[in-house]
């Protein structure tokens, strides 16, 4: 039995990616599952929810990273049909039709961000109003676990639904175990995306520089928006709180879109999680820096202003990334090289081989 799992783990998990989603689909839920019989008022119940609250948070990192993989998938997938759908002519340049495959890309990626924001905030929404169908129709004394209730069943639909995840998912290929170093390779490689970053990649150092700063500034404003509320003015929590949905729901597409072109094939995981790994190791930045303000001014207003600052930094290191020369430059040997890929294996397909298609994933 533990032989056949260890073969089934090689053979499939570790090269198949949308396994080990499925998987965390599963381990997601089953945290979230147990919370309804934690109802009772005790000191053991109350641990064991904090516990399973933060555990369950980082989980809930650890997926999205997961399911963000998807998105420059896709996107490669929609430049293939373009590209396979549009009729060459002479007269279309080289630059014209990579301008117009790239486009159809784009577009696809950020109506998969969209949509992907939408679903997350129609399902909180709908949870809500759940919540609320319960507590209006139950008895009192019952009322106050309700969102627990909610929580466990959402959890074994999240169970239940890893088989449709697991079968519907397209199979994306995983990097190979290292035949030489075992172990020892792949700790050697986690410093991999750093090395890459400093030396080759510095449009992409700039975009998670950029995006890293932006979100730890952006929690810091929901933190201090949060104790505005209980001012007297409270249009101003408002306010705060619209301008930061709607910055949010730009900022978060774009970089998503952005970041999946420059991820190479086969490496999303490893860029995807290294952007969790920057966002969850610096979100305590902000708050140290703009805790001192308060204290020493008692007002909510200047740690904003502060905030505000830290805000312009992102802006100016994109302005950068979009201008200079030496990021233009490296766009475009990224490019050739991209695109030399994608003819390689656009003629590997197109090839036969003992009289099959074969197809580089």
């Known amino acids: ?148 209730l909610v929580t466990s069943i959402i959890g074994f639909v999240t169970m239940v639904g890893a088989i449709g995840s697991y079968l519907g998912l397209p199979a994306l290929s995983a990097k190979s175990y290292p035949a030489v170093g075992g172990w020892k390779t792949v700790l050697l490689e986690l410093s991999t995306p750093y090395r890459e970053m400093f030396l080759r990649k510095r449009n992409m150092l700039f975009l998670l520089l950029g995006f890293t700063i932006y979100t730890d500034t952006l929690f810091a404003v929901f933190s201090i928006t949060r104790q505005l509320y209980y001012i007297e003015n409270r249009w101003e929590f408002y306010v705060h709180l619209l301008i930061s949905y709607i910055s949010e729901s730009v900022v978060n597409p774009s970089l998503r879109i952005l970041f999946s072109e420059l991820v190479p094939k086969g490496e999303e995981i490893m860029w995807f999680g290294l952007q969790l790994i920057l966002n969850c190791a610096t979100t305590w930045v902000n708050y140290v820096a703009t805790a001192p303000l308060q204290n020493a001014t008692h007002n909510l207003r200047y740690p904003l202003v502060l905030c505000l600052v830290f805000a312009i930094v992102p802006v100016v290191l994109e302005c950068m990334r979009a201008t200079m020369a030496v990021f233009k430059k490296e766009r475009a040997l990224w490019l050739r090289e991209s695109n030399a890929n994608e003819c390689s294996v656009d003629l590997a397909i197109k090839t036969p081989h003992s009289g099959k298609s074969t197809e580089s994933e």
Do not use: E
């Not at 998807?70 to 430049?79: D, L, S, T, V």
């Open 1 to 148: 039995m533990a032989r056949s799992l260890i073969s089934w783990w090689k053979q499939d998990t570790a090269q198949n990616k949308s396994v080990l989603v499925s998987i965390f689909l599963v381990v997601y839920g089953a945290f979230a599952a147990p919370v309804y019989w934690l109802r009772s008022p005790s000191l053991r119940n109350f641990n064991s929810l904090v516990a399973l609250y933060v555990v369950f948070g980082v989980l809930t990192f650890v997926l999205v990273a997961l399911l963000n993989i998807y998105i420059p998938h896709c996107m490669r997938h929609a430049k293939a049909k373009a590209r396979n759908a549009a009729t060459p002519s002479a007269a279309d340049s080289a630059r014209k039709k990579y301008d117009s495959d790239h486009k159809a890309a784009q577009k696809y990626g950020f109506s998969m961000s969209i949509f992907g924001i939408f679903a997350s905030a129609l399902s909180g929404a709908l949870m809500l109003v759940i919540v609320i169908i319960i507590t209006q129709t139950v008895s009192r004394p019952h009322q106050q676990s309700a969102g627990l």
